[in-house]
């Protein structure tokens, strides 16, 4: 399968240039050159399957030209060593808990995936080193340095902004060692994301050493997300629910929404989305002005959505257009709310007194944006649970007034000590830095 860029002024890439590179040389996000479709006998039949069959499956309509079918099967297999259950919340709402993994966040897929995608790319290729810069707004960075943890060949480089992630998310990715480095910019994750792109541009940089990157503009993170989407449905289906479903996403960069969005177009029945968000509704506005206005991100307490300029917003704009009106098509598509902080923090209380679920804090827009949405009588929501509550300790404590339990795994994290290396925001600074190891 070729990859072409969103951009359309760079060359079509291989599967392992596209993963390799991360952003094509005209800075536009890879995208697939076919959606391929799954036949609906697969559908049909989901529910008899595990979620490591059924990611198999959605992996081989990708990456099976490129890969061999046991070496494939052995990614997703290795990858997916945790399970994404639907646990339900209320009559028609759904939770899809994507918080089982290693750090407790649905990044945790892709990561792993792309993790293991590239050690054999690069082992396939005898290349001696890459480095793969990522800039985290809070859990990409814990994800990606876990799932890349002691990967041989790979140096991992994690940028996050001073001051502005849990200190759970922190110690997460900043007391692993090995190969992963932490770099503390003093600037907001924007500032983090546009360092990162300005690496990728620069000549010298890129003579030197081999960079790539692993937001979620990466194709080996991104298009895996698509795996849960088609268990959920079979979840639901196994439980003989048969109502036409609504996914409800909590967004910041929109990489796990649009994932939803390639597994509908792959043919997973799904009604339509709701990219739910914080303060941070660019998209929002999008819907209601049809000007799409990037802007500075705002800190709230979903950190991990604040996010001011989504980097796949590009890729919805692709894949919508081709059709006439893509704006008018997108609208009715994939709907949006924004709460505020007190809102999320109404939310989460009232959950938690009414039906003793916890939610956290990016949850909680998803799941209130399907009591807004108003649901018909014949549709199910389900809302991506995208981290575990307690990676959101302090915050979730103040709100429902009791303590919260810590997972053991996250608990691990905690003991370990604090290893990062403090940056400004200036490209010159990040680049000094790199050139100079
Ligand atoms: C990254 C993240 C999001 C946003 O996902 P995108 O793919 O960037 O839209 C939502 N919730 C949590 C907990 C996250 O870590």
């Known amino acids: ?31 697939p050159e076919e959606i391929k479709r799954l036949p609906g006998s697969f ?23 490129d890969i061999e079918a046991n070496v494939l099967k052995e990614i997703v297999y290795d990858t ?61 960075g814990s994800a990606v340095a876990n799932g890349f943890l002691g990967v041989p060949g790979i140096k991992v480089y994690v940028l996050y902004p001073k001051g502005k992630v849990s200190a759970i998310q922190e110690s997460q990715f900043t007391t692993l060692g090995q190969n992963i480095t932490a770099l503390e910019i003093d600037g907001t994750f924007d500032d983090c994301q546009a360092l990162v792109k300005s690496a990728f541009m620069d000549k010298e940089l890129n003579a030197k050493m081999e960079l790539t990157s692993a937001n979620s503009i990466n194709v080996a993170r991104f298009l895996p997300q698509s795996f849960y989407y088609f268990y959920a449905y079979a979840q ?46 660019v998209f929002l506005d999008y819907l209601q002005t049809a000007e799409y206005t990037p802007r500075p991100s705002i800190a709230t307490i979903a950190n991990a959505m604040d996010v001011g300029d989504p980097s796949n917003f590009a890729r919805i704009q692709e894949l919508y257009g081709i059709f006439d ?19 999320i923090g109404e939310t989460i209380a009232r959950v938690y007194n009414k039906t003793g679920y916890l939610l956290d804090p990016h949850g909680a827009c998803g799941y209130q944006a399907l009591v807004d949405v108003k649901l ?17 300790l302090q915050t979730v404590e103040n709100i429902i007034g009791t303590e919260v339990e810590i997972p053991t795994k996250l608990q691990k994290f905690m003991l370990g000590t604090k290893q990062s290396i403090e940056l400004p925001k200036t490209f010159e600074a990040f680049k000094n830095y790199l050139m100079n190891l």
Not at 247 to 268: D, E, H, Q, R, Y
Not at 377 to 388: K, M, P, W, Y
């Open 1 to 31: 399968m070729k990859y072409y860029s969103t951009n359309k002024q760079a060359p079509e890439a291989s599967l392992q240039e596209a993963v390799i590179k991360g952003l094509a040389s005209d800075k536009g996000l890879y995208m």
């Open 43 to 65: 559908i049909d039949d989901m529910k008899n399957k595990t979620f490591q069959e059924i990611a198999y499956q959605v992996a081989d309509a990708y990456f099976g030209e």
């Open 80 to 140: 997916l060593q945790f399970d994404t259950p639907l646990v339900q919340v209320e009559k028609n709402i759904y939770s899809l808990e994507l918080f089982h993994g290693p750090t407790l966040a649905f990044k945790d897929v892709g990561a792993r995936f792309m993790a293991r995608l590239l050690g054999y790319f690069i082992q396939k290729e005898g290349k001696e080193e890459v480095n793969v810069l990522v800039a985290t707004s809070g859990d990409t």
């Open 236 to 281: 639901l289906a196994k439980a003989g629910v048969t109502d036409e479903v609504v996914f409800s996403v909590p967004s910041g960069n929109f990489g796990n929404i649009t994932a939803g969005i390639f597994a509908k177009w792959m043919g997973l029945p799904i009604a339509h989305f709701i990219a739910a968000s914080n303060r941070n509704r």
């Open 325 to 343: 009106n893509p704006w008018e098509r997108i609208g009715k598509e994939i709907l949006s709310y924004s709460y505020t902080d007190e809102q």
């Open 376 to 392: 018909a009588n014949d549709q199910v929501g389900i809302f991506l649970e995208t981290a575990h509550p307690a990676k959101f």
